[in-house]
């Protein structure tokens, strides 16, 4: 069993950065990979970006591409993201989730980001 706890999310004006933080703890040395979701306002939750812990190769949605950055602290067991030139339409509450195999089965429990001046 793997427990996440997320960490970094708050307000931030538009063009602004973030940094996003998850903790894993518990069964962490069966990780395949690790990754965030978020859920904007009266959306469905969405795939934002993960990293694959065999060889640290990241993923990306194309909403996010080129301004934000997915990396790991090994040592610590924690998956960051990094978001730069934010924009309104990024407010949503940003999920870390936690992949041993068989797909996204361990999720936090979520930390909220707004972006408005």
């Known amino acids: 069993q793997v427990q996440l706890v997320e960490s970094g999310g708050g307000l931030v004006q538009p063009g602004g950065s973030l940094r996003l933080s998850c903790a894993a703890s518990g069964g962490t040395f069966s990780l395949a990979r690790m990754g965030w979701y978020r859920q904007r306002p009266g959306k469905a939750r969405e795939f934002v970006a993960f990293?694959?812990?065999?060889?640290?190769?990241?993923y990306y949605a194309d909403s996010i591409k080129g301004r934000s950055t997915i990396s790991r602290d090994n040592t610590k067991n924690t998956v960051y993201l990094q978001v730069n030139s934010l924009k309104p339409e990024d407010t949503a509450v940003y999920y870390c989730t936690a992949d041993t195999g068989p797909g996204w089965e361990y999720w936090g429990q979520g930390t909220q980001v707004t972006v408005s001046s």
């Open positions: 990293i694959r812990w065999s060889d640290d190769k990241t």
